[in-house]
Nanobody
Framework: QVQLGESGGGLVQPGGPLRLSCSASVTIFKFPAIDVICWFRQAPGKQRELVATVASCGTTNFADSVKARFTISRDNAKKTVYLQMNSLKPEDTAVYYC???????????WGQGTQVAVSS
């Protein structure tokens, strides 16, 4: 059973940083399989939106709203993907979810989410 767990959320002031972690219960990014980890977020009353992705080959993509402020990295040994968020804005407030797409592991998996609140 594949499980994902997010951590690192909390309350931060505008302009501050926060690092989210997504830990998997199994090995991910196992070459040559193609696994993709995505970070989504959902603000109250809004649809869930894609924030960032990282694939097995190392390719990353970011939503325009977070480019140059967010980075994504991974520690394969720890089976963890990180979302480093800098220069946070109130509009970044949302529940952040980790998502894994892996044909090798049998499909799509979601974490339970972690709350990020940006406020003074």
């Amino acid at each position: 059973q594949v499980q994902l767990g997010e951590s690192g959320g909390g309350l931060v002031q505008p302009g501050g940083p926060l690092r989210l972690s997504c830990s998997a219960s199994v090995t991910i990014f196992k070459f040559p399989a193609i696994d993709v980890i995505c970070w989504f977020r959902q603000a109250p009353g809004k649809q869930r939106e894609l924030v960032a992705t990282v694939a097995s080959c190392g390719t990353t993509n970011f939503a325009d709203s977070v480019k140059a402020r967010f980075t994504i990295s991974r520690d394969n040994a720890k089976k963890t993907v990180y979302l480093q968020m800098n220069s946070l804005k109130p509009e970044d407030t949302a529940v952040y979810y980790c998502y894994l797409n892996s044909a090798r592991l049998g499909g799509d998996y979601w974490g339970q989410g972690t709350q990020v609140a940006v406020s003074s």
